[in-house]
């Protein structure tokens, strides 16, 4: 079947260090890969994705790359901020498989001044 | 713009008691969906509906049920609440994977059965 293991939390860092947030799939058929970021008290919003291998997606400083020799798709940020701390979730879909959302068990961010 | 809006934000229920919660879209997306998030276990997909009429179970369906009649409105319902069913509900539209478009949430609703 098709999951989502995203790395252990909570992650602390100090602001301006280098983020990764690890994710890896399974999935039969081809998916598509996304990264989702929940704000303390919200709902989930779309950070990025990407539809194909080698795709590389990005938004607000951070990016992320398809590997599917890996089956891999790692955020990562050069420099976070205090209003990056989230929590992150990396989920897939696959076509023809009716577009439901698989996602990772979340990864808790909190960045210190 | 509301985009996707649910009701209530908080409620309290004791077992066995029944209730639904409410999920109103005016995105005009044709792909509804109810998950529950809990701690360490990410967001699991309860039921969902590719449009008015037709709905599909999830990946944790018991104790729920859907409808759709317009393509605005998804209704949860939960026919007779236990404490296993505490959680975040969150209703989502969009995410269609035949067009690998965007989900959209809403705030979500906290549940708790005691």
């Known amino acids: 079947g098709n999951s989502v293991t995203q790395m252990e939390g909570p992650v602390t860092l100090s602001e301006e260090a280098f983020l990764t947030i690890n994710c890896t799939y399974t999935?039969?058929?081809?998916?598509?890969l996304f990264w989702y970021v929940q704000y303390p008290g919200e709902g989930l919003q779309l950070l990025l994705k990407?539809?194909?291998?080698?795709d590389k997606g990005s938004n607000k400083g951070f990016e992320a790359t398809y590997r599917k020799e890996t089956t891999s798709f790692h955020l990562e940020k050069g420099s976070v901020q205090v209003s990056d701390s989230a929590v992150y979730f990396c989920?897939?879909?696959?076509?023809?498989?009716?577009?439901?959302?698989?996602f990772g068990q979340g990864t808790e961010l909190s960045v210190k001044p | 713009n509301a985009g996707v809006t649910q009701t209530p934000k908080f409620q309290v229920l004791k077992t066995g008691q029944s209730m639904t919660l409410q999920c109103a879209q005016d995105?005009?997306?044709?792909?509804m969906s109810w998950y529950r998030q809990d701690p360490g276990m990410g967001l699991r997909l309860i039921h969902y509906?590719?449009?008015?009429?037709?709905?599909d179970q999830g990946e944790v369906p018991n104790g729920y049920n859907v409808s759709r009649s317009t393509t605005e409105d998804f209704p949860l319902r939960l026919l007779s609440a236990a404490p296993s069913q505490t959680s975040v509900y969150f209703c989502?539209?969009?995410?269609?994977?035949?067009?690998?478009?965007?989900?959209?949430f809403g705030q979500g609703t906290r549940l708790t059965v005691v």
């Open positions: 989920a897939l879909s696959v076509i023809n498989q009716g577009g439901k959302l698989i």
């Open positions: 999935a039969t058929g081809y998916p598509s």
């Open positions: 990407a539809t194909k291998a080698d």
């Open positions: 995105m005009n997306h044709e792909y």
């Open positions: 509906s590719v449009g008015a009429g037709i709905t």
């Open positions: 989502a539209t969009g995410g269609q994977g035949t067009l690998n478009t965007e989900a959209f």
